[in-house]
Structures are given as structure tokens and as C-alpha cells.
């Protein structure tokens, strides 16, 4: 014969809380695993008009040393 033993409330709240984020954290990784995915195999780019950098600027038509270092 088995015997029931009934945990308190609070244990059984707990453990389900812990269930609840594993699987919240669980989730998110198969997300971005299945995103990295995806996106890798995305078609990339290799001819572009433009480059912008961020950051930095020019001196009237000459870069500046910070844009020049990038």
C-alpha cells in the first residue's frame, strides 16, 4: 500500500514556482537557439553603397582621427 503524504502549501508553491521559471528560462534559450539559427541562415549582403559609423564625424570633407582609427 502507498501511503499519501501531503506536503504544506508553501513547499508546493515554491516547487511550482521553480517549475515556472525553468520552464520560462527554458523557453527563451530554445528561442534564441531557434533565432540564431534562422538568421544564420539568412542570405548576407556583401556589396554596399554606404558605411555608416556611429560616433564619430568629419572636418568638413576629412575624417576625423576618432573616424580614421575606426
Do not use: I
Amino acid at each position: 500500500m502507498f501511503v499519501m503524504l501531503q506536503a504544506p502549501p508553501f513547499v508546493l508553491a515554491l516547487s511550482g514556482l521553480v517549475v515556472l521559471e525553468g520552464s520560462y528560462v527554458a523557453f527563451t534559450f530554445l528561442a534564441l537557439l531557434l533565432y540564431s539559427w534562422l538568421y544564420r541562415r539568412l542570405p548576407k549582403r556583401s556589396d554596399y553603397d554606404y558605411l555608416v559609423v556611429h560616433g564619430a564625424g568629419l572636418s568638413g570633407t576629412q575624417p576625423t582621427p576618432l573616424l580614421t582609427g575606426r
